[in-house]
């Protein structure tokens, strides 16, 4: 069973910049994708920033220049950098590995963007 584990949540200023980061139980290498998506309270959870296996990655439109995700095959993570974060990214932070027929997720952190 995958386990996927997020640490670095927390509150940070408006402008400031937090370090997201998710720890998988086994090797990276078995997901064809993986990335971190949120979900503010009343609103759905959506796509913040992808990357595949060969290291293609994409990003939504209101974080482009922003957050930056890249993966340690080595430690078998994946991080979100995060830079001059805004109120609005205030969210629950989940990440997500991808393979064929399924997916995993999980259990999320919270980020706070607040003065």
């Known amino acids: 069973q995958v386990q996927l584990v997020e640490s670095g949540g927390g509150l940070v200023q408006p402008g400031g910049s937090l370090r997201l980061s998710c720890a998988a139980s086994?090797?990276?290498?078995?997901?064809?994708?993986m990335g971190w998506y949120r979900q503010a309270p009343g609103k759905q959870r959506e796509l913040v920033a992808r990357?595949?296996?060969?290291?293609?990655?994409n990003y939504a439109g209101s974080v482009e220049g922003r957050f930056a995700i890249s993966r340690d095959n080595a430690k078998n993570t994946v991080d979100l950098q995060m830079n001059s974060v805004a109120p609005e990214d205030t969210a629950v932070y989940y990440c997500?590995?991808?393979?064929?027929?399924?997916?995993?997720w999980g259990r999320g952190t919270q980020v706070t963007v607040s003065s």
């Open positions: 997500k590995a991808e393979q064929l027929f399924t997916s995993y």
């Open positions: 086994g090797s990276i290498f078995s997901f064809s994708a």
């Open positions: 990357i595949t296996a060969p290291g293609a990655t």
